[in-house]
């Protein structure tokens, strides 16, 4: 049986992503395993999700941008990464850009979940700020990062309505929802070799067209009972 593909995540809070890629690879729904996951924040719930999983779990604290103590917690992370053999790594509620070494290092094998459909609405707050704006639907993407936030190649998106009495934290409740069924997906494509990428368009081998599921649109479709 060849070994399964060790998944590095990277978070910086609750940590519900993380949990939704746990759960999906012990109920063999994605080949992978979760290796390591790795904190810029102590406190992160997200470390003790995984050490309830017995999966180790790291505080590497990461200092403001373009410091020092920025470039040695992006080589530190890459250390890491590497000593637990990781072939993919998935920024998960992370928080912070992935540095030059993690993103050189594991060039085409970090990907980002971003709660709205970008290009719209990058940043942070954003299902807040969908709300402020008065949109009809926002959603969530999951896309293969770059060294700017927000702007990798997408692999997935869903779209979800914004209802009229909503107010950020209902919709972010909403989309989170969805977050934790493309994600998975999103992995089990890379996993499955189905993922290929011809400048910023991702072309997923074999997609169906949009499906809908629990009153939200993700396209390409899902395939993971989730
Ligand atoms: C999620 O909406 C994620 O997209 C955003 O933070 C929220 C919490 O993520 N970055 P998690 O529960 O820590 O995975």
């Not at 395993?33 to 995984?50: K, M, Q, T």
């Not at 990907?111 to 949109?135: D, R, S, T």
């Not at 998975?184 to 809908?212: E, K, N, T, Y």
């Amino acid at each position: 049986m060849a070994d399964k593909l060790r998944l590095g995540v990277l978070v910086s809070g609750s940590g519900t992503n993380l949990q939704s890629i746990i759960n999906a690879c012990e109920a063999g729904k994605i080949d992978a395993e979760v290796a390591v996951v790795i904190s810029n924040r102590a406190e992160a719930f997200g470390l003790e999700r995984a050490r309830k999983h017995g999966i180790p779990a790291l505080h590497i604290p990461v200092g403001r941008n373009e410091t020092p103590e920025y470039e040695i917690a992006d080589r530190e992370q890459t250390r890491a990464l590497r000593d637990h053999g990781v072939g993919l790594v998935c920024m998960a509620g992370y928080l912070r850009k992935a540095g030059p070494s993690v993103l050189e290092t594991f060039a085409g094998a970090v990907m980002n979940i971003h709660p709205a459909l970008l290009p719209a609405f990058p940043g942070v707050k954003v299902q807040w700020a969908a709300v402020e704006y008065g949109v009809r639907i926002s959603g969530c993407t999951v896309h293969f990062a770059d060294p700017e936030f927000d702007r990798g190649p997408i692999i997935i998106q869903a779209a979800v309505p914004v209802l009229q009495e909503d107010d950020g934290e209902a919709l972010a409740k909403r989309i989170l929802q969805c977050e934790h069924r493309i994600y998975p997906q999103a992995i089990q494509w890379f996993v499955a070799g189905r993922l290929s990428l011809d400048g910023r368009h991702v072309f997923v081998d074999d997609a169906r067209a949009g499906s809908w599921r629990d009153g939200a649109l993700f396209s390409p479709a899902l395939e993971l009972d989730l």
